[in-house]
């Protein structure tokens, strides 16, 4: 049996780096403003694993009215989704990710994005595929204002031995 979760979010964008994206610091002039680090990326991929089960969405567990989650490592979140995921008999089995943004360009931080999430998520990187697109100059994130990401996840039923 497989499951499939798609989670999406988008965080404004404030003067001052280090941006992160994927679990990743990326040197940049601005960077993902938010409750937690901000990691829109993350946090897509967190909301795509709590929805494969059913599990509601990372506002309901870890809620921005609550000061312990100020600054966290969005790291924290996936690992807790995967975590509710293997306790109701699942795995990953594959996660797609689109990032939205004009800039910067993330062609050199692809791979290890790709890493970094494959780890979080216990599968090999070959099950991770981190695409980017602009917005045309459309929109916040066209305006530079943002950055969004979307997320696809399949789940699969752990074996039995």
Request: proline share 3%; with cysteine; net charge negative.
């Amino acid at each position: 049996m497989q499951r499939i979760g798609f989670g999406y979010d988008i965080h404004r964008l404030d003067a001052g780096g280090p941006l992160v994206m994927g679990g990743v610091q990326i040197e940049h002039d601005q960077h993902l403003a938010g409750h937690s680090d901000g990691d829109a990326v993350l946090h897509a991929v967190t909301d795509a694993v709590l929805g494969a089960i059913a599990a509601g969405d990372i506002g309901q567990h870890f809620p921005d009215s609550d000061a312990k989650w100020r600054g966290a490592d969005s790291a924290r979140f996936v690992a807790h989704a995967v975590k509710l995921a293997t306790e109701s008999g699942y795995s990953v089995g594959n996660c797609d990710i689109t990032v939205i943004a004009e800039r910067p360009k993330l062609g050199p931080h692809r791979q290890a994005m790709q890493e970094r999430i494959a780890e979080l998520l216990g599968v090999e990187h070959s099950a991770v595929s981190v695409k980017a697109k602009t917005n045309e100059g459309l929109g916040p994130v066209g305006r530079q204002e943002a950055i969004a990401a979307m997320a696809v996840v399949i789940l699969v039923a752990a074996r039995s031995t």
